[in-house]
């Protein structure tokens, strides 16, 4: 019944037959985007992971490029953390750029502020983020904002930041 059910999951996302990998990719992308891919190809090659300053917060197992039903196609990084026991994977974040990306649907200074809280263990007293003026200049993927946050007890840091589905990827940090 199991199989079944599993098999049944993997033909209702419109997946064609694949890896494991692909399967899960492609139920979690249908989720995701809100769209089944007409067809998911993943790769055992890690992409650069997500930095802040040094520290790496996010790191990808997996590139996964995704055909949508349109032919257009969407590249993600992936991390699997155990496909064969729990099937847990998850779709991390685009490795292309989006187009149809729009305005940001996030607060940036309160993200910023709440995510700078979680990586100095401090309290933020204020966070303040703006678009910088030339932002091809300041390194690639050119960053959307600078954002720069006091901590209690601490100097302020400032952070190229760019936005994310609804977070933040910091970048680097600026001196």
Request: hydrophobic share 40%; proline share 8%; glycine share 10%.
């Amino acid at each position: 019944m199991l199989a079944i059910t599993a098999g049944l999951l993997a033909a209702g996302c419109g997946a064609p037959a694949g890896t494991k990998l692909d399967t899960t990719v492609a139920q979690l992308a249908t989720t995701r985007i809100g769209v089944a891919p007409a067809a998911v190809r993943c790769e055992k090659k890690a992409p650069p992971p997500l930095m802040v300053g040094e520290n790496p917060i996010s790191t990808a197992t997996h590139t996964c490029t995704l055909t949508l039903p349109d032919k257009s196609t969407q590249i993600w990084a992936v991390r699997v953390l155990d496909l064969v026991t729990t099937g847990t994977v998850q779709l991390q974040y685009r490795l292309d750029d989006d187009p149809n990306a729009g305005a940001p649907s996030i607060d940036v200074d309160a993200t910023f502020g709440r995510q700078m809280a979680i990586l100095t263990g401090g309290t933020v007293i204020g966070s303040r983020c703006r678009v910088p003026a030339n932002p091809a200049k300041l390194g690639n993927p050119p960053p959307d904002h600078i954002c720069t946050a006091r901590i209690a007890g601490a100097k302020q840091r400032t952070f190229a930041v760019r936005i994310v589905g609804t977070g933040l990827q910091f970048l680097f940090e600026v001196r």
